[in-house]
């Protein structure tokens, strides 16, 4: 592992020390980030067209006022996704990209993400886990995105420097 050489022919351009894998990463994460939205969306959609489909005691499930209080919960989130998102989408259309700001779209929105799909879960109740729906994959799915490209706690951290300009790691 020490004292190998590589080829200039593969050395990434204009790129020296850890710039390079970093800004990897960050693209990376901001691609999670849309990820884990549309995952959200999906899995709301879902339990929308559930609650307005499924018929218990005479009336569609959506017309209960903890289902209507879930879904209202649900989408409200959404608006939180979008403008967290969009810190960083501005970031890299502006060729700025800051591993803070990136980060701290991909944490809100997984979060949010992960709320959004446990919520979509209880309104299909015991449909949620089957496969006939999509939801219970998404949760398992989500719970990976957790650890990689940073977890939970390392997203904190990266935004914590950012917020003090002090590092809490090397």
Request: hydrophobic share 40%; net charge positive; proline share 4%.
């Amino acid at each position: 592992m020490f004292d190998n050489v590589v080829p200039k022919g593969n050395l990434l351009p204009n790129k020296s020390g850890l710039g390079a894998p970093l800004g990897c990463l960050d693209s990376a994460r901001y691609g999670i980030a849309w990820g884990t939205l549309g995952v959200a969306m999906e899995c709301y959609d879902t339990a929308l067209r559930y609650a307005q489909q499924r018929i218990q005691f005479g009336k569609p499930i959506g017309g209960f006022q903890l289902t209507q209080k879930k879904l209202a919960e649900m989408i409200t989130g959404s608006p939180r996704r979008n403008c967290s998102h969009g810190a960083s989408a501005c970031c890299a259309t502006k060729g700025a990209r800051q591993h803070g700001t990136i980060g701290m779209a991909k944490r809100a929105i997984l979060h949010l993400a992960m709320t959004t799909a446990r919520e979509a879960r209880q309104i299909l109740g015991g449909m949620g886990i089957t496969n006939e729906y999509p939801i219970m994959r998404h949760m398992m799915n989500l719970e990976s995105v957790v650890t990689y490209e940073g977890t939970h706690d390392i997203h904190l951290l990266i935004t914590g420097q950012e917020v003090t300009g002090l590092a809490a790691f090397k």
